[in-house]
């Protein structure tokens, strides 16, 4: 497809339970990010890969977060022993860095639900 | 402390009526961007203004870049109920893309 695609949709898991959430940026966009979004907010930044640099991890909330990008492409978000305070959408998103802009494409994301 | 401040948090008016969101800053921004988010639905970027003191108008939003480039605005003529949804700014300061908590508008006929 010629969007950012993320699966699945929607994630229903049992706290401590570990989670995977997968990311397919558009092809050729060496940039792609993760952010975090409860309900009605604006997006937390979690991690930004761009090309083979080393990732920005900064903005994971804990240990237990990690993503890795394969190939320079696909990524996943891991979250091991889920909260339910991990309960809310994920987004990701991709760019094609250009010198004077970073306009970022976004997938609709995947609603996680921790009980 | 966000780095980009946007106000205000929430914004309900009627059909018809003008409003303007703003978004601020105390950092220097090569360029601001401005996106639109409905429910369920992944962000959509709606402008990109890049030069201190510029202007751009997409049908009934005019957008502004601050002169010094440290904030922007969103101005929205007559506003329609199909302009419900949270608006969010978002700027580069480095490498990463970081978003303002966002503004949601609901527009009732």
């Known amino acids: 497809g010629a969007g950012v695609s993320q699966s699945p949709s929607n994630k229903v898991t049992e706290k401590g339970k570990d989670v995977e959430l997968r990311c397919d940026p558009i092809?050729?966009?060496?940039?792609l990010y993760w952010y975090r979004q409860s309900l009605g907010q604006g997006l937390e930044f979690l991690i930004y890969?761009?090309?083979?640099?080393?990732?920005?991890k900064s903005g994971l909330p804990s240990d237990r977060f990690s993503a890795e990008r394969t190939g320079g492409s696909v990524s996943t978000l891991t979250i091991q022993r889920t909260q339910q305070e991990d309960s809310a959408v994920y987004l990701c998103?991709?760019?094609?860095?250009?010198?004077?802009?970073?306009?970022?494409?976004f997938g609709q994301g995947t609603r996680l639900t921790v009980v | 402390t966000q780095l980009l401040e946007q106000s205000p948090q929430f914004l309900s008016i009627q059909e018809g009526e003008n409003l303007t969101v703003y978004c601020n800053s105390s950092?220097?921004?090569?360029?601001l961007q401005w996106y639109r988010q409905e429910p369920g639905e992944g962000p959509v970027l709606l402008v990109t203004?890049?030069?201190?003191?510029e202007v751009k108008k997409l049908k009934r939003l005019t957008f502004q870049f601050g002169d010094a480039r440290k904030d922007s605005s969103l101005h929205i003529t007559a506003a329609q109920p199909g302009d419900t949804g949270l608006y969010l700014c978002?700027?580069?300061?480095?490498?990463?893309?970081?978003f303002g908590a966002g503004t949601i508008l609901r527009v009732k006929s």
């Open positions: 092809s050729g966009h060496t940039a």
């Open positions: 950092s220097v921004f090569s360029s």
């Open positions: 890969f761009q090309g083979n640099s080393a990732p920005d």
């Open positions: 978002a700027g580069a300061p480095g490498n990463k893309l970081v």
């Open positions: 998103a991709s760019s094609s860095r250009t010198l004077m802009n970073t306009e970022a494409f």
């Open positions: 203004v890049v030069t201190g003191g």
